[in-house]
């Protein structure tokens, strides 16, 4: 089978692409064949082993796998002896942010690990897309009090966090004003938002000055606690995906109790198989996940470093066989760029 490999942490230049021996199940293993992954920013962190603490949950001093990879959708081909939850055909999906080496055409794995049978009306490359992004949201956003009609602010609403968060909010009920740039405000607003704000205009705050949101998330971690206060009422609260100048959004969060007004709040991500399960709800209803470029395993290398500009429009899907491909594109290429706006009626089967 063909992999994605590399024995140090690096940038996307210590990868390459090699054929090995297909991998045997163990008693308790289910083997998938790999149609579609992602590359994502959770793999930027596993490929870079940055920052260097990270290493020490994804191996310590080199990388104990080969192949990068933290998601996959792919089918069971095989199953170890003691495994009854999976048989060999099932469509399945999962996720492990600290790597699964699914960058490659086949990928073995304990059957225990958080994995999840693919809805039917679901393809390959939007069960992929379905999963990082969407796990850190709704770690973000259950750590809130919200209730149905509640205004939410999202900003970087086309990041894969801040997608996954607009569709989710809005499929609770929530009144989403989200944040992107002008030319995919069409997107945003098909994801549920109730209203849309073009950052390149003028800064967010500015635009909505007067207005006060209960909660503030800002998924891509461009503002600070301090620019968003303005919009949070005294008993408002500020998420944020990035750790914020000097390390004080998990301070903040910390101190929070002490500290009157607005609160920030700091989740760790935890509890992957909860996130399958609201996953799985939210592509049931018919949430499509925002697609960006594809790329087959050869490309694998221009796919990271696409990811590492922080411009990706929701997820960039690896394609691993031609089932892997997003539905309306055609064979396999090393690059292939979707029109915006081409899976406006959420083709996905
Ligand atoms: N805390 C955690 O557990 C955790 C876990 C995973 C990732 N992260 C971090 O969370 C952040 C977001 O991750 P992601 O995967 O969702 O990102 P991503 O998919 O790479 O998205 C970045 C998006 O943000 C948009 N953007 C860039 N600058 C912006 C700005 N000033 N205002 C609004 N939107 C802007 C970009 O659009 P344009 O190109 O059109 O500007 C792009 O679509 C990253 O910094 C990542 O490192 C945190």
């Not at 992004?133 to 973000?140: P, Q, S, T």
């Not at 970087?156 to 944040?179: D, F, K, N, Q, W």
């Not at 995906?241 to 390390?247: A, D, N, Q, R, W």
């Not at 050869?298 to 411009?311: K, N």
Request: hydrophobic share 40%; net charge positive; glycine share 10%.
């Amino acid at each position: 089978m063909l992999t994605a490999y590399r024995t140090r942490y690096g940038a996307p230049d210590v990868l390459s692409v090699r054929e090995v021996a297909n991998p045997e199940p163990g008693p308790g293993d289910i083997l998938v064949r790999v149609h579609a992954a992602t590359v994502n920013r959770t793999d930027c962190g596993v490929l870079s082993g940055k920052p260097y603490v990270f290493r020490f949950f994804v191996g310590w001093p080199r990388p104990p796998v080969g192949a990068t990879g933290t998601d996959f959708a792919g089918e069971v081909v095989a199953v170890g002896g003691s495994v009854r939850e999976f048989r060999p055909g099932d469509r399945v999906m999962g996720f492990h942010d600290h790597g699964l080496g699914t960058h490659a055409e086949l990928v073995c794995m304990r059957a225990d690990r958080p994995i999840q049978r693919i809805p039917p009306t679901v393809g390959y490359a939007h069960a992929a897309a379905s999963l990082e992004g969407a796990h850190y949201a709704i770690n973000f956003i259950t750590k809130v009090q919200l209730r149905p009609g509640d205004s939410v602010l999202v900003n970087g609403a086309t990041g894969a966090i801040g997608s996954a968060a607009v569709a989710l909010l809005a499929h609770r009920g929530m009144r989403v004003t989200a944040v992107a740039a002008g030319p995919h405000l069409d997107r945003v607003s098909r994801l549920g938002a109730a209203r849309v704000i073009d950052f390149t205009k003028a800064p967010f705050v500015e635009q909505l000055q007067g207005e006060r949101f209960p909660v503030v998330f800002d998924a891509v971690g461009k503002s600070t606690f301090g620019i968003c206060r303005a919009l949070l009422p005294r008993d408002g609260v500020y998420l944020s995906s990035e750790l914020g100048p000097y390390c004080e959004n998990p301070v903040r969060a910390l101190l929070a109790p002490f500290l009157p007004g607005p609160k920030v709040r700091f989740p760790v991500p935890v509890d992957i198989r909860r996130s399958l399960r609201i996953i799985d709800e939210l592509l049931r209803t018919g949430w499509c996940p925002m697609l960006d470029r594809h790329y087959d395993l050869h490309g694998i290398r221009d796919a990271f470093a696409y990811v590492a500009s922080g411009q990706k429009i929701g997820n960039v899907v690896l394609a691993l066989s031609p089932a892997g491909l997003p539905p309306g594109t055609g064979t396999s290429a090393t690059c292939w760029a979707t029109t915006p706006g081409a899976f406006a009626t959420c083709e996905r089967a």
